[in-house]
Structures are given as structure tokens and as C-alpha cells.
């Protein structure tokens, strides 16, 4: 029992919950505009904290390892992309759902959960927070732009409008700027408030969720899936992960670099972020789609926790057993 606890985040049965409350009762009419409202109002709070999160300091200690950030941001920004537009071939997938997969593919890497497993599994911290940050600061912009360029490429989405890049500018890099610079003043309060600003996190992700399966459920979005389907989405997520796992680390060991650095590279490279590609999803994509489109992201999300927490275990159990043999 206790391990299940360990492998499943709890935040996971609260996104459950909420795309129950959504398939349940959904936000319809005035109480969608209100939850849309709502849910707007979390995520600028949410990356307005975001920034002030971000230490300088941390970021000129971890910014020497150029070598490997570039390898993170490949991976992040080049490979996953590619194994994108591969899965797009896939026909037994729903077109919602598929369109999902490739937008889960161009999203940047996690912040929180790749700088702790990269703490547990004993690598490089400062070198994470830097490529962890740095990738999803950068992936405000290159995102879209990979949305733009490859979903209506493939015909899963169309060209991003003003009104798209007003928004990520407006909700997203402009509140995380804002942050960042006011973080000489409130810094402090963020760094001793660190449970609050997590629940402030999840808070905010939970209410756009809430108000995206409201809209796709309105449109019919359970009667378009099936359990297969499902299934089937959850074994493309795990095998996407599985080789990017081992493509992580095979270059980290190609290019010679320390252990240290290689786990960075397997925790930052491999990670996609739930924090930015809820908000982005229902500003780049109709609120009808974006259900659908969220499915990859939420199972990928989950998926990705649990292996890494088995990952980082692992390596650090190595670590502490390479110890007792040199103290033998």
C-alpha cells in the first residue's frame, strides 16, 4: 500500500475528480464564462509565481553545463516532435486524440518534478533548475510556433490567430516576467510559502481543466471515445516515454557526460509539462477540442511520475551503494 501511495500522485485523483465533476456537471451558459474567468485569473496568478520562483543565482551556477542543455532542449524541442509526427500515422487513435498526442510532443519539460527527481536520483540540481526553467520559459514561444508549424502541417490544427499570441503573451510570459522581477520583494514570502504556492499550482491547473471538459463534454466528447481507445492512448504514452527514456540517457552517455549531468538530461529531457500545456491547449485550440486534446497530455503526465519516481530511486540507490564499497 504504502508503495501504491508512493506511485500514484495524488494530484492525479484530483484531476480524476474534476473530469468527473466536468462529465457530471459541466459549466454551461454564464457558469462557463464564469469558469473560464476563474480559471484565466489562476493561471496568470500561477505563472506570476512562476517567475518569482526563479533565482538568478541558481540560474548562473547551472548555466556552465551549455552541453547539456542544448542536448535537453534537443530532445525536448526536435526528438519528442519527431516521435509526434510519427504517432500521427497511427489510425486507430481519434483525430481529437491523435491531434493530442502531437501537442503533448511540442510542450516544454517540467519545472517542480524534474529538479526533484533529479535531487533524489542524486544528479546535478543547479544544472536542472537551470534546464528545467530555461525550457519552459522558452517553450511560451516555441511551442506555438511548433503548433502552428506542424499541427496544420499534419491537419490537426489550424494557424495561431492574434487573439492566440495576445493571450500566451498576456496570461503566460508577461505575468512569468512580471514575477521574476518582483522577485527582489516577494522572493522571500514565495521561498517560505512553498506548500501554499504548490496548492496555488495545482489549484490553477485543476480549474482549467475543470473548464475545458466542460466545454468538451457539452460538445459530446464521451460519446466519441471508447475504453480501447483509451487504452491504446495509455500504451502510446507509455512506449513514447520508454524511448525517450533510453534516448536520453544513450546520448548522455555519448557525449561523455558525468552521471550527474546524464540524469539531468533524463528527468529534464523527458518530461512535458502539464503546467503550460493546460493553459496553452484552450488558448491555441477551440474550447470543444480541447478536452480531446488534453486526454495525451493528463495519462502522459502520470505515466511520466511514476517511472521517474522508480527512476530516481534506482539511481540513487546506486549512488549509495557505490559508497559503501569505497568505504569497504
Known sequence: M?????????????????????????????????????ADAGIVLLFFLHGAKLSRAAIWDGAKAWRLHLAVLATTFAVFPLLGLASQQIGAVPDGMRAG???LTLLPSTVQSSIAFTAIARGNVAAAVVSASFSNLLGIVLTPLLVALLMQRTGSGSLISLASVEGIVLQLLLPFLIGHLARPWIGGFVARHKAMIGRVDRGSILLVVYAAFSAAVVEGLWQTVSAGEMALLAGLCVALLAVVLCFTWGLGRMMGLARAERIVLVFCGSKKSLATGVPMAGLLFPASSVGAILLPVMLFHQIQLMACAVLARRYSAQVDKADTDLDI
Open 2 to 38: 504504502t508503495r501504491l501511495r508512493e506511485l500514484i500522485d495524488p494530484f492525479l485523483l484530483l484531476l480524476l475528480g474534476t473530469v468527473a465533476l466536468a462529465s457530471l456537471l459541466p459549466a454551461r451558459g454564464d457558469g462557463a464564462r464564469i469558469a473560464d474567468a476563474v
Open 101 to 103: 498526442l502531437l501537442f
